[in-house]
Structure formats: structure tokens, C-alpha cells
């Protein structure tokens, strides 16, 4: 078994995800992928069984009932990943917005410079953001604004989706009781990390909005940020951050 797991959400991505799997699997580095689907009704689950065939050792797929929520896709991948042993373990879309280049890039952040979590950082320089409208790109850029003058993470882009842990910090931080399963579950997992201690580094990347499929993106998961990452902040104070 290699070291490093990439987990995959999915929901209605059969335009995306044979190329996806391909791509990850052809990489320098050996990464294990995790699909975990959402009983997609295009498809999306059969496609990746019909290429496990081929990558046998490689290729892991979680079906779900029911559309569930990307924050609960990822925990439930987190808890996989933790059974099965992996000591880095990555999050990516499936969409291509991600480059899958760049998870050699957040890999050697975390296995050879010694962080314990890399993100895939849009602002970390400048806005590098391909295929956005202006309105879009502020709304993203304000909105980690919003959120490091709230919680006092020093991360630029807080609510990245492209990110590496290492096992420990997965295993200190309570996956139970992750409150968020939408936009606001990258910055509640971000604001974790940053209170137990753990080191971050934001990695440069490029951020291309999709080409294919439909983006699950929706003012109602934008709310939930806003106000939850009040919320968040508050119920810190009465929360302790040691780590054993």
C-alpha cells in the first residue's frame, strides 16, 4: 500500500472522473485515490468500478445513499483513510479545477519540508483564478478576508479545497464533531488545524473553474459560512486545544 490517499467526492461527474482517475494514477508519485460518491444517478460510482479493474491496488471507491454533503464526503474518507493506514492524506475536486500536478507540490510540502498540513492556495499570491467572473473571484477573496479577521488564521485562502494532512493531525482533530458540511467545512477544518498547533503552508496553484458538469456551489452554503464562522469562533473559547 503507498502512503498517500487522494479523496475524491463525487456527485453526477461521469464527464470528469475516468480522466481524473487517469491522471492521479499517472502521476510521479504513487498516490492512492478514494472516490466517494454520492449514488450518483449518472453514473458516476459505475464508471469507477469499471477502471478498478485496471488499477486493482490503487482505486477505492465509497458509495453512499443519498446526497449527503461534501463536508460528510470527506469525513467519511478521513475515517477511511485512518482504518487503511495512510499517513498523508489529500483532498481534491473532481472537476479539473484542482490540477492534479499539484498534489506532488502539496505532498513534498508535507513529507520532505515537514508540515503537517499544505494547502493548494489561490491567494497565497496574488488572485490566480482562471474562468471566474470578477464577482465570483471577489466574493471568494472576501470572504477568506471575512474569515482571518475573525478567526486570526494566518492563511490566505481559507476556504480551499485542495489540501494534505498528515494522519496525526486527522487523528487529533475530533471528526465527530465537525459541525459544517458545505462551503464552511474547508474553513472549519482549516481553524482546527491552526489551534491545535499544527504547521500549514500554502502552496501556489491555479485554480481553473470547471469546463464539464455543473458546479454544486449555492448561496444557501455561502450563509452557512458567513454566520457559522461566528459561531465557530465563539464556541472556541470554550474548547481546549491540547494535543497528546
Known amino acids: ?13 461521469k464527464e470528469n472522473i475516468e480522466a481524473i ?13 478514494l472516490v466517494v460518491d454520492d449514488s450518483s444517478p449518472d ?11 485496471e488499477f486493482s491496488e490503487r482505486l477505492h471507491l465509497e458509495s453512499r445513499t443519498g446526497k449527503l454533503g461534501l463536508g460528510t464526503a470527506y469525513i467519511h474518507g478521513f475515517k477511511y483513510a485512518l482504518r487503511q493506514g495512510y499517513e498523508l492524506i489529500f483532498e481534491m475536486d473532481a472537476d ?13 510540502a508535507c513529507a520532505e519540508d515537514g508540515y503537517d498540513m499544505s494547502i493548494g492556495s489561490r491567494y497565497v499570491q496574488g488572485v490566480n483564478v482562471v ?6 473571484v471577489l466574493m471568494s477573496w472576501f470572504a477568506s478576508l471575512y474569515v482571518r479577521l475573525i478567526t486570526g488564521m494566518p492563511i490566505a485562502d481559507t476556504t480551499a479545497g485542495f489540501v494534505c494532512y498528515r494522519r496525526k493531525v486527522l487523528e487529533t482533530i475530533q471528526l465527530n464533531k465537525i459541525r ?8 472549519e477544518m482549516k481553524f482546527l488545524t491552526f489551534k491545535y498547533g499544527f504547521k500549514i503552508k500554502e502552496v501556489p496553484i491555479i485554480f481553473t473553474d470547471r469546463t464539464k458538469g455543473q458546479s454544486k ?21 470554550f474548547r481546549h486545544f491540547d494535543r497528546y
Open 217 to 237: 456551489m449555492s448561496k444557501g452554503i455561502f450563509k452557512e459560512a458567513v454566520l457559522g464562522v461566528i459561531r465557530m469562533k465563539v464556541n472556541s473559547f
Open 96 to 108: 479539473f479545477s484542482h490540477n492534479p500536478d499539484d498534489l506532488v507540490r502539496l505532498y513534498q
Open 21 to 33: 482517475i487517469r491522471k492521479v494514477m499517472s502521476l510521479p508519485h504513487p498516490f492512492d485515490l
Open 131 to 136: 474562468n471566474w467572473p470578477m464577482s465570483r
Open 1 to 13: 500500500m503507498n502512503d498517500s490517499l487522494v479523496i475524491v467526492p463525487t456527485y453526477n461527474e
Open 180 to 187: 459544517f458540511v458545505g462551503y464552511a467545512f474547508q474553513i
Open 43 to 53: 453514473g458516476t460510482a459505475d464508471i469507477v468500478r469499471s477502471l478498478q479493474q
